[in-house]
């Protein structure tokens, strides 16, 4: 397919980010979505036609659309120069229906808002033993190290039912799962066979976790039972392990909204979707067009690929007014950092009691915390396949 068939000029973006402004989208991005919110990016003679979407009504509409797939063998990756491989058995988030209706409708009545909340005890216990273990260690502390990635680990592994003593085994897994493309189906695949191994374990002694709940059900075959298991284990660590240390960061860059947090317990829930908004760790997306369509005045054609800017679309003034600033007081109903549609994401609510117990559990313990080295110097999760974020976050407080 030509690509001088769509009349419509190519553009050539770079997706990186402005190093002075860590927590906004890349400044073409932001200057693409005022100029064209539907634009063609240019792609190699021959292939399908690669969009961008960067407008907040745009990408709400392709997310509830079912001619916009989700099946990865749909997508045509620019950076690879291909079409990605099919998702591995399990994963819900390379699935259309009828494979995802079967498997959402199954897992869905597990991660209900009621059963997520009564885990908050749980959650805070967990946090609580983080904290005390990094004042115990004193500081300065890696902060992703010693909090941010162990709390929705313990949590997801607990709500899983995966032994105390397999998680550091775990820990391997779950970090090639934030690496490259190649590295992230491999481990993907090498965490199913092992999650497989221990939910037939648990189908022949079942104890009182959602993998026993899986094993037992009938729904799943062996396969599936496995890959959905470990969809959840992923799902569940690398984005809120992001948002908390990135959610962190960009408080201590914003003292005034870091003080009103602080100063005020009522403002925790609407703080953690203003941040959901703001930083939109997840920050792309990507759609395969089924059938030729419409949309935003541009013709697209089916065989064609849609990529998604959701933190973007987050920051679009025709939503949000002041997008660009941090304001812990708005009303952020509405934010797509969860995505939206038939694949928003299943472990939201959870992923809203972690964020909202440890944020001000963290700012509570350690009222000087502050960063142990200058911002300029944070190594970003730079990597377009990665969840957005930092490697580390070295952090120091005044001790008691």
């Avoid at 949590?155 to 490259?180: H, K, N, W």
């Avoid at 190649?182 to 066979?193: D, P, S």
Wanted: aromatic share 6%; glycine share 8%; proline share 7%.
């Amino acid at each position: 397919m030509s690509n001088a068939n769509y009349g419509v000029e190519p553009v050539t973006l770079s997706l990186d980010r402005a190093p002075a402004c860590p927590f906004d989208p890349a400044p073409s991005l932001i200057a693409l979505r005022a100029e064209q919110p539907i634009a063609r990016l240019a792609a190699p003679e021959g292939a399908p036609g690669v969009w961008m979407i960067t407008g907040y009504d745009l990408v709400r509409q392709v997310l509830a659309d079912p001619r916009f797939s989700s099946r990865y063998e749909t997508h045509y990756h620019p950076l690879a120069g291909g079409h990605l491989p099919p998702a591995p058995v399990g994963d819900l988030t390379g699935m259309d229906a009828p494979q995802h209706t079967r498997l959402r409708r199954l897992l869905a009545g597990k991660f209900t808002v009621r059963r997520m909340n009564l885990l908050t005890e749980r959650v805070t216990e967990i946090t609580r033993e983080r904290l005390d273990a990094m004042e115990r260690q004193g500081p300065p502390a890696d902060l992703v190290e010693t909090f941010t990635q162990p709390v929705p680990a313990l949590m997801i592994c607990e709500l899983l039912g995966v032994p105390y003593e397999d998680r550091d085994r775990l820990q391997s897994f779950t970090r090639a799962l934030s690496d490259t493309a190649g590295a992230q189906y491999a481990a993907f695949v090498e965490l199913g066979a092992y999650l497989l191994e221990l939910a037939l374990a648990k189908r022949a002694e079942p104890t009182d976790d959602l993998l026993s709940d899986l094993a037992t059900g009938g729904e799943l075959t062996d396969e599936e039972l496995g890959g959905v298991a470990a969809f959840l284990l992923g799902a569940g660590l690398d984005t809120t392990a992001n948002m908390l240390a990135l959610g962190t960061f960009a408080l201590l860059r914003n003292p005034a909204q870091l003080a009103a947090l602080r100063g005020d317990p009522d403002l925790v829930a609407g703080a953690v979707e203003e941040l959901l908004r703001y930083l939109s760790v997840a920050a792309t997306g990507m759609r395969g067009v089924l059938e030729d369509a419409e949309l935003g005045g541009r013709q697209l054609k089916a065989g064609d690929t849609v990529i998604i800017a959701i933190n973007a679309a987050n920051r679009d003034p025709a939503r949000f007014a002041d997008p660009d600033v941090l304001d812990l007081r708005r009303s952020a109903a509405g934010h797509l950092a969860f995505g939206h549609g038939v694949h928003q994401c299943l472990g939201q609510q959870l992923a809203r009691v972690e964020m909202r117990v440890a944020f001000p559990a963290l700012l509570t313990r350690f009222p000087t915390l502050r960063l142990a080295v200058p911002a300029e110097d944070l190594s970003l999760r730079t990597d377009p396949s990665q969840v957005y974020g930092v490697h580390s976050l070295p952090v120091t407080w005044d001790q008691r």
